[in-house]
């Protein structure tokens, strides 16, 4: 949801405007701006909410985003945050821990009473990912530590997929009656990140334990196009039998391969709807999502949607 567009305020209005909409959004702070070579600034901002997690995506010209001990103070904000930056890069400075933050990186932010500051220059988008402390049930010694060290953890690219995908599709999934489960799905993996570099083995075996559906759902989103993905696969990398992973599931009310199914045809939907996609072959699509036979493919599709690939792809640019 669009919260503000300063393409649309007077040019001598819009850092007030934007420092006003943020402090709402994220509490109080500081913010200094860069101007592009017209000499203006141009910032956009939107937010969607996931059941307990608020998305906030922010866009625009470069810009220096500060909170200090008093900031914090002065506001009941107590919240931790997953944080990437797709288009440009940009930096982190918590306390003495700097980061430097790209489309291949994912940074814990907690919001402590600590020196923070988040920066980029030239055009850049992060996406935060906002999550109220007391919600991640974690001790906050435990937290703090995590921070420097989360980047190196093997749940942060799945973590990461999740996001990107999430922010992809936010106007449609915040939308959806399920929207408050992906929020569930994002806290729970959050949990596991933190609990994946803690050096307490007791924590990260039950953190483990307690997250390990959604960490294999993660896994298999992030491997979906993977023609080579099979439950033998999936269990190898969480060291478990199949047969606990096909259990773990039917716990979940979850048939795996169905999942796996219904996820890979949302996706091959997706693309064949895409503008950015309109010079490639059905099949090509199909093979890219894992469907190596068009046969199946093309049956499947018609199953779920009540259309053939071909007739969704024409009903689409018709519109």
Partial sequence: MLVLDTADVPTAERAEAFHAVAEGEAGTCSVEHQVDERGQIWQRLETWQFGPM??????????????????????????????????????????????????????????????????WSGTGMSIACVIDFDRLGLPEGMVRAAIPLVVGSSVAPLLLNQVRALHRNADHLSADAGAPAIGDSLLCLTRALVASVTPDPRSRREIAQETLVPRILAYVRAHLTDPALTPQRIAHAHNIAPRTLYRLCESQGISLEQWIIRKRLEGARHDLSAPEHVHRTIETIARSWGFSNPTYFARRFRQTYGATPRQWRYRHRAK
């Avoid at 008093?70 to 506001?75: A, G, N, T, V």
């Fill in 54 to 119: 608020t998305m906030i995506v922010t866009s625009g010209t470069g810009m220096r985003y500060w909170r200090t001990p008093r900031h914090m103070r002065m506001d009941t904000l107590h919240s931790i945050s997953l944080l990437t930056h797709p288009i440009g890069t940009g930096g982190i400075l918590w306390n003495d821990y700097r980061q430097r933050i790209s489309s291949q990186t994912l940074y814990l932010e907690h919001r402590t009473e600590a020196h923070y500051e988040y920066n």
